[in-house]
Structures are given as C-alpha cells and as structure tokens.
C-alpha cells in the first residue's frame, strides 16, 4: 500500500519555470529509482528523467540541459526543477517510484495521477 502525490503542475509562459514535487507514503522499507514521465494529447507517455537511490541520473534529449531531477530521501520525495519552458512540454506529467514494500519479497512500482504543465507562447 503506496501512494504517490504529485503537486507544482500549472499554466506557465514559455521560458518560465515550474517545480515538480511527488511525495510518496505508506508501507515503505525503501525505495529504488524514482522518475517523472510525461504524456501530451495524441502521443505515448514518454520518459523525462529518472534517479536511483545513489544518485544517478537519466535525461530524455529533449530536456537535457533544461530540466533537473533530484530526490529527498528522507522525505521519500522525487522533484523535477523545469526551467526554459517551451510550448512542446505541455503534458501531464506523471511520478513513478520503484518501491520495496514491508511485506513482500520484491519491489513493486507505483504511479502518480498526473499533474498537468501547460506553456503557452
């Protein structure tokens, strides 16, 4: 039993900036890698950038340099700092977290709802 709460999502003008946050609770021992994911009217969800417990970092091309992703692991919280927006990043962006839960033998991965970013031009 793990839920993830998103929240920052918004209306932003292109080159603006909007901060992320997902906040996962419940029966949690730890957890793995964390990540956002994003999905825009008519295209697949696609990955925008994830972190292991350790720290390391992936990037989709099209938000290198632009996005940053970190995590509070005291917190169990991931974020997404997204600067230089453009009209092309609209989406809902959604949270996942690979999860080891008390009482089972493996992790388990979880999903946020969603949280809508708009940037207008």
């Known amino acids: 039993q793990v839920q993830l709460v998103e929240s920052g999502g918004g209306l932003v003008q292109a080159g603006g900036s909007l901060r992320l946050s997902c906040a996962a609770s419940g029966s949690i021992f730890s957890i793995n890698t964390m990540g956002w994911y994003r999905q825009a009217p008519g295209n697949q969800r696609e990955l925008v950038a994830t972190i292991t417990t350790g720290g390391n970092t992936n990037y989709a091309d099209s938000v290198k340099g632009r996005f940053t992703i970190s995590r509070d692991n005291a917190k169990n919280t991931v974020y997404l700092q997204m600067n230089s927006l453009k009209p092309e990043d609209t989406a809902v962006y959604y949270c996942?977290?690979?999860?080891?839960?008390?009482?089972?033998?493996?992790?388990?991965?979880?999903w946020g709802q969603g949280t809508q970013v708009t940037v207008s031009s």
């Open positions: 996942n977290a690979d999860v080891w839960v008390l009482g089972y033998s493996r992790p388990i991965e979880y």
